[in-house]
Nanobody
Framework: QVQLVESGGGLVQAGGSLRLSCTTS????????MGWFRQAPGKEREFVSA????????SYADSVKGRFTISRDNAKNTVNLQMNSLKPEETAVYYC????????????????WGQGTPVTVSS
């Protein structure tokens, strides 16, 4: 069974930074687009960022552009999300996802998900 494992979440003050990581033992994921989503309590899961298999192209939600950076290391089967200048409203569970079929922006298109890592941004 495919497993995606997120790490790096935690508590941070507003304006601070966190680096999330997602790892998998599936070497074939180096050929898949990988994405990050987040879900706040009572809200729908929303797109944050995604990166193509080679790492040459990435996309970001407008709300995080200029503050978040996605990257990947295919040799280590790892995708990272560097989050800077965090805001309290970005408190959520952050999920790693893989292998979208269609648009990168829709959670419904992703075949594989991690269990999520919580991020809390205090004001």
């Amino acid at each position: 069974q495919v497993q995606l494992v997120e790490s790096g979440g935690g508590l941070v003050q507003a304006g601070g930074s966190l680096r999330l990581s997602c790892t998998t033992s599936e070497r074939t994921f180096s050929r898949e687009t990988m994405g990050w989503f987040r879900q706040a309590p009572g809200k729908e899961r929303e797109f944050v960022s995604a990166i193509n298999p080679s790492g040459s192209s990435a996309s970001y939600a407008d709300s995080v552009k200029g503050r978040f950076t996605i990257s990947r290391d295919n040799a280590k089967n790892t995708v990272n999300l560097q989050m800077n200048s965090l805001k309290p409203e970005e408190t959520a569970v952050y999920y790693c996802a893989a292998a979208p079929r269609g648009s990168w922006y829709s959670a419904n298109n992703y075949a594989y998900w991690g269990q999520g890592t919580p991020v809390t941004v205090s004001s």
